[in-house]
């Protein structure tokens, strides 16, 4: 298909600069493998999973197959009052993956909405069991959480919260960042070692300034991903459940980009060694291929929650929260057959091997290089932070994405970072090939 094919005049596209994309279309029409092809017929690199997404890569038979099969079974099904086989089928897969007692899933349809429905879980669950006054949330300054209200609130990227802080929730703090530019600018596969206790902040100002016993949650991405790959300190998860303990408040770990094989194991929790209570998911359960996300509860929240309601009639909604679409059939079709495909390829170990091969591949080739400030990797995704262009700030990781694309890579820009995580298939040909790109690109744009 050739440009002048189809209209362009309609789709407000999200996260895009508008007006510049008219100018410089991108448009996938076909994908295989590791690379998309272009509307007009360019090949293009997949170096980031199409949005953290495409694990398995594209165009997977075996997804596709499933997918088809199920749409000649049972196409669509209400969730309310009812449910499908294939939605139980990928709940049980799901928990058994998670750790420790995470075994009760909800279904949503984005990492957006699996943000607000733990969040609304963490309300539910406090009072149900008696302390409905902890309504007070604590996320991370540029954590990201999805783009609802909720998400937005507890979310700590100033541009995603700017336009509408007058509707924010009102409850909430947000703990400091976890990167020290100077001492830890460059990391390779490793946990930066901090002389000083970032959670600190956290017991001696955050919780007494709103009384911990009116905190609900704390939430944080393990792997700070959106920002651009931004790694916590050593120590610094297993003592933020132990506060959280201590003062009985939920920990939510919001997995959206970890989950699922990116840093080599199942979820970030695995890697991390510790066990949240609620654990968010979406993107690499399906493989991109269709929108399906979910919040992972302790049995803990669950059975609260169910014997809350004991005493009163059985025709009562314990939860009254949920989708059209929560644990559609053709999606959760399309996640055993993702889940299944990870497991039989091995793919999640292979991530973690390739993982390595990315991170000396981008040490080596950009540190050095004129305005890198910082190259971090862990797992199978990488970041090189960039110096910013006075008063223009992003310009450079912007512009420095564009000279990929037309030089058929495609990476993210995220704020001054460049981000590289490809597909799990991802070869080693691959990633010397989108590492090649981006130092060109890196020196061109001086």
């Known amino acids: 298909m050739a440009y002048p094919d189809f209209n362009m005049d309609h789709q407000w596209l999200p996260f895009t600069p508008n007006r510049s994309f008219k100018k410089e279309p991108r448009v996938f029409v076909a994908a295989d493998g590791m690379f998309f092809t272009t509307h007009d017929g360019k090949q293009v690199l997949d170096g980031i999973s199409s949005l953290w997404c495409v694990a398995a890569g594209h165009n997977r038979?075996?997804?596709?197959?499933?997918?088809?099969?199920?749409?000649d079974t049972l196409d669509y099904a209400t969730a309310f009052q009812a449910s499908n086989d294939q939605a139980f089928q990928a709940a049980e897969m799901i928990a058994d993956m998670a750790p420790g007692d995470l075994n009760q899933v909800l279904f949503c349809n984005s990492g957006s909405e699996a943000a607000d429905t733990s969040l609304k879980v963490a309300l539910a669950y406090h009072r149900a069991r008696g302390e409905g006054h902890r309504n007070v949330f604590i996320g991370r300054e540029k954590g990201y959480h999805g783009v609802g209200f909720g998400g937005m609130s507890v979310g700590g990227i100033p541009a995603n919260r700017k336009v509408y802080g007058a509707a924010l929730l009102p409850r909430v703090d947000h703990l400091r960042f976890i990167h020290d530019p100077l001492k830890h600018a460059y990391i390779h596969g490793v946990e930066p070692v901090w002389e000083e206790d970032l959670l600190l902040e956290l017991e001696n100002r955050i919780l007494p300034l709103h009384d911990p016993s009116n905190i609900a949650a704390v939430i944080v991405e393990p792997v700070a991903g959106s920002a651009g790959?931004?790694?916590?300190?050593?120590?610094?998860?297993?003592?933020l459940r132990e506060i959280c303990d201590k003062h009985g408040i939920l920990l939510i770990f919001d997995e959206v980009i970890t989950g699922f094989g990116r840093l080599g194991t199942n979820f970030g929790a695995d890697y991390y060694g510790v066990v949240p209570d609620m654990l968010n998911f979406a993107k690499c359960v399906t493989n991109g291929v269709i929108p399906l996300g979910g919040v992972i509860c302790t049995d803990r929240i669950y059975n609260t929650m169910m014997d809350a309601s004991a005493g009163g009639p059985e025709h009562a909604i314990e939860f009254f929260h949920g989708y059209t679409y929560s644990g559609h059939p053709v999606a959760c079709a399309a996640a055993m057959a993702t889940l299944t495909l990870f497991k039989e390829e091995k793919l999640?170990?292979?991530a973690g091997q390739m993982g390595g091969v990315l991170g000396d591949a981008v040490h080596s080739a950009f540190k050095g290089l004129p305005n890198v400030i910082g190259i971090r990797s862990l797992g199978l995704a990488a970041a090189v932070e960039l110096s910013s262009i006075?008063?223009?700030p992003g310009k450079r990781a912007y512009d420095i994405f564009m000279d990929c694309f037309r030089n058929g890579v495609l990476v993210r820009p995220a704020g001054e970072n460049i981000v590289i995580c490809p597909p799990y298939i991802v070869e080693k040909e691959h990633v010397e090939r989108i590492v090649s790109v981006v130092a060109d690109a890196i020196r061109k744009n001086v």
Do not use: D, H, T, V
């Not at 038979?61 to 749409?71: G, S, Y």
């Open 348 to 350: 999640f170990e292979r």
């Open 229 to 239: 790959w931004y790694l916590p300190p050593k120590g610094y998860l297993k003592r």
């Open 390 to 392: 006075a008063g223009s």
């Open 61 to 71: 038979k075996p997804i596709n197959e499933a997918i088809k099969k199920q749409l």
